[in-house]
Structures are given as structure tokens and as C-alpha cells.
């Protein structure tokens, strides 16, 4: 089947080798690379597709397993498609459901033909195969969808892992087999736990399938951070040079930063607005929990030179007070400036690349961002 996706690497930044494409959809084009905004629901939590886009959001992700519960997926595709279920007209990506079946499902039980689970909300009896995950992201309709694989825990020990590789082989050669609508992309996703010779073998098996593009899973699941780089370090090389890499459930800025370095053009992470409904907030600088009394009288902007409508027309002061008067516009704006901040900070990276200056970006931000979480340089600024 030709893919009606194509992605052009338009630039390898000479200072770092890091990569700067495009991605063309039939929902438009997508620059990479590029932080996804998760809409587990068919909705960025808190925020509407007008204001999305008017965060720069080039595109979005929705759950494939969630929404198979709720609304259905015979609704969406009656309803035209996610595109016009969410009032969203750019692409979007649908993950597989793999990850949550392994995750939140009660009492799943792993077999070739799929994954035997009780759904986490009635406790009822269901079965997704990679058949059925590819035929309920073809009624989602989104513009790539996900391969169904194993989820390997962390930790596992070296035949488990290896195991799982194998059976995500064979799922994902079953996906292509069952994949029949030719608007969208499936990609591969390439597991193997911990272990570099895993991710290696995987890599290349997915490779030789030919797929248009890749996913890399099974990371960000309780790890050390060095580990992670560690796996992409060996995995990402094998894998095609001209086709898109999307590092999946990674979202924080360090991370994202480290995946670009390494040659990743896609992310997705709940991160944003998760910590926004609890009143923290990514800045320049760290983690600002603007909850904290420490605000109650700081009538300064969440962040100076932030364009996000939360920093143009609000103070520390007044968001720190509707976040603890649980009025669900303080996560709002949270949520607006936290994903505007991962917009921003991405598009700053591609125009780094294209510069040939990626390395200084980084250096910049590791000067200015506290990685221990608390919010000590920038305090006073």
C-alpha cells in the first residue's frame, strides 16, 4: 500500500546532528521536530481545537483504547472521523491501545491472538488483537496510526523482554496485514526493553517491513533518564534515515531536548496539562507550582516574554488564587501556558537546527533551567 504520508529531512544540523523535516499528511504538514499535545479523549484536557491551534499546535493524539470504551468507535466514524467528531482539521495520530491495555487494564492475559483484559471502568470481558486495533483506528480515522504491540515492564528480565520483541514482530506484520484504508500511515513500534542487542534486532526487523515510520516504545516507564538516551543511542541508527522516529510518552523539556539531539522528530506526553491541573507550570527556568503561598501577592506573569494568553493578561497572584479556589480556569491557564512553553520550546529547536546551532540551544537551556524541580534561579527576575 503507498503511504499517503511523506517526510522530507530538510535539514541535518551540522553543529550536532540533530534534524529538522517535514511531515505531509493528508490533514496538512507538520514540522518537525514536534511536541504532540495529548487528547486521550478526543480532547486536550481543558482546552478546545480553536484554542489549540492557537497555541501552534500542528497536530494532536488521541486514545485509541480509551475512546474504543467511550463514546465507540461506530460513533466517531458515523460522526465522519475524529477530525470532524473534535472539530480538528489538521492530522492527527491514534496510538494503538497497547500501552493502556498493559497498564490499566485489570487481570489482562497475553496470548498470540491478542490481550485478554477487563476494562477498567464496568470490570467487563474484552479482547484486542491487532486486528481489531487496526480496524478501530481505521474507524477513528486518524492520519497515522500505531502498530499493536507488547509493552515490556521495567524492569524485566532479558527472555521476557526478548518474548515480547518477538510477539510485537509478529503483531506488527499482522497489522500491516489488516491495515486496508489507504489515507492512512501505520507506523512500527520497536521494543526490546533495556537491552541494546533487543533494541537493535528490533529496530532492524521493523526496518525491513518498511514502514513509514517508527515509533520507538517501551521507554520512559520508570527508568533512569540516562538509560532512556542509552536505548536511543542504539536503537535510532538502524532505523531509516529518511523516514519520521517518534519517541512515544516523553514530554518532559530535558527529554524532549536529549530525543532531538539523538535524531528523534516526533513526542507525546501527558506531562503539560496533567501538572497544570495541580498547578505547576514549565518556565525558562524549572518548575514554577504557582500554588504555593509564595505567589499569593505576586502580580508578576507566569513567565516574563511568554506570548500565551495566561502571561499576556494574568498575574501569578490571580491564577495562584482560582487554582486554590478550585475554579477550573486556573488549569485552564495553567494548561495554556504549559503547552504554549512546549510549542515554543520546540519551535526554537527546529530554527536552532536549521541555524546549525542546536548544541547552544541546548547549553542555553541547561544554563537557565533548574533540573532538580525546585524553582530557585529566575525567582526574582
Known amino acids: 500500500m503507498t503511504s499517503p504520508l511523506t517526510f522530507e529531512l530538510q535539514h541535518t544540523c551540522a553543529q550536532s546532528g540533530a534534524r529538522a523535516g517535514l511531515l505531509r499528511t493528508p490533514h496538512g504538514e507538520v514540522p518537525t521536530p514536534v511536541y504532540m499535545p495529548v487528547g486521550t479523549q478526543a480532547v486536550v484536557k481543558a482546552m478546545t481545537s480553536r484554542e489549540m491551534k492557537e497555541l501552534g499546535a500542528p497536530i494532536l493524539l488521541a486514545n485509541t483504547y480509551h475512546l474504543n470504551l467511550r463514546p465507540g468507535s461506530d460513533l466517531i466514524?458515523?460522526?465522519?472521523?475524529?477530525?470532524?467528531?473534535?472539530?480538528?482539521?489538521?492530522?492527527?495520530?491514534?496510538?494503538?491501545g497497547g500501552?493502556?491495555?498493559?497498564?490499566?487494564?485489570?487481570?489482562?492475559?497475553?496470548?498470540?491472538?491478542?490481550?485478554?483484559?477487563?476494562n477498567h471502568l464496568d470490570g467487563s470481558a474484552l479482547m484486542m488483537s491487532p486486528e481489531s486495533s487496526v480496524r478501530i483506528q481505521e474507524d477513528l480515522g486518524a492520519d497515522i496510526i500505531m502498530a499493536f504491540d507488547v509493552c515490556s515492564p521495567y524492569p524485566c528480565d532479558?527472555?521476557?523482554?526478548?518474548?515480547?520483541?518477538?510477539?510485537?514482530?509478529?503483531?506488527?506484520?499482522?497489522?500491516?496485514?489488516?491495515h486496508s484504508r489507504g489515507d492512512q500511515a501505520l507506523?512500527?513500534?520497536?521494543?526490546?526493553?533495556?537491552?541494546?542487542?533487543?533494541?537493535?534486532?528490533?529496530?532492524?526487523?521493523?526496518a525491513s517491513m518498511d514502514f513509514p515510520g517508527y515509533g520507538v516504545g517501551g521507554l520512559s516507564v520508570g527508568e533512569p533518564k540516562e538509560l532512556m538516551y542509552d536505548m536511543l543511542d542504539a536503537t535510532l541508527p538502524h532505523l531509516p534515515r529518511d523516514k519520521p522516529r517518534y519517541l512515544m510518552g516523553v514530554g518532559t523539556p530535558d527529554c524532549l531536548l536529549e530525543g532531538v539531539l539523538r535524531g528523534v522528530d516526533m513526542f507525546d506526553c501527558v506531562l503539560a496539562t496533567r501538572i497544570a491541573?495541580?498547578?505547576?507550570?514549565?518556565?525558562?527556568?524549572?518548575?514554577?507550582?504557582?500554588?504555593?503561598?509564595?505567589?499569593?501577592?505576586?502580580?508578576r506573569p507566569l513567565e516574563e516574554g511568554c506570548d500565551c494568553e495566561a502571561c499576556a493578561h494574568y498575574s501569578r497572584a490571580y491564577i495562584r488564587h482560582l487554582i486554590n479556589t478550585r475554579e477550573i480556569?486556573?488549569?485552564?491557564?495553567?494548561?495554556?501556558?504549559?503547552?504554549?512553553?512546549?510549542?515554543?520550546?520546540?519551535?526554537?529547536?527546529r530554527q536552532a537546527i536549521l541555524e546549525d546551532r542546536f548544541h547552544d540551544y541546548m547549553k542555553d537551556f541547561y544554563q537557565m533551567f533548574d533540573m532538580r524541580g525546585a524553582f530557585n534561579r529566575g525567582e526574582d527576575a
Not at 500501552?99 to 477487563?118: I, P, T, Y
Not at 532479558?158 to 489488516?178: K, V
Not at 524549572?286 to 501577592?297: Q, T
Not at 512553553?341 to 520546540?346: H, N, P, Q, V
Open 77 to 96: 466514524r458515523q460522526a465522519g472521523g475524529l477530525h470532524r467528531f473534535m472539530a480538528w482539521d489538521r492530522p492527527i495520530l491514534t496510538d494503538s
Open 99 to 118: 500501552f493502556q491495555v498493559f497498564s490499566l487494564a485489570d487481570l489482562n492475559k497475553v496470548s498470540e491472538e491478542g490481550v485478554a483484559f477487563r
Open 158 to 178: 532479558y527472555g521476557q523482554a526478548r518474548a515480547d520483541m518477538e510477539r510485537t514482530h509478529r503483531w506488527a506484520a499482522r497489522c500491516q496485514a489488516a
Open 187 to 206: 507506523f512500527g513500534i520497536v521494543q526490546g526493553a533495556f537491552y541494546a542487542d533487543l533494541r537493535v534486532t528490533s529496530a532492524q526487523a521493523l
Open 277 to 299: 491541573r495541580n498547578g505547576t507550570v514549565l518556565t525558562s527556568y524549572g518548575r514554577l507550582v504557582v500554588r504555593n503561598a509564595r505567589y499569593k501577592a505576586d502580580l
Open 329 to 349: 480556569t486556573g488549569a485552564r491557564l495553567c494548561s495554556i501556558h504549559n503547552l504554549r512553553y512546549l510549542t515554543r520550546l520546540m519551535a526554537g529547536a
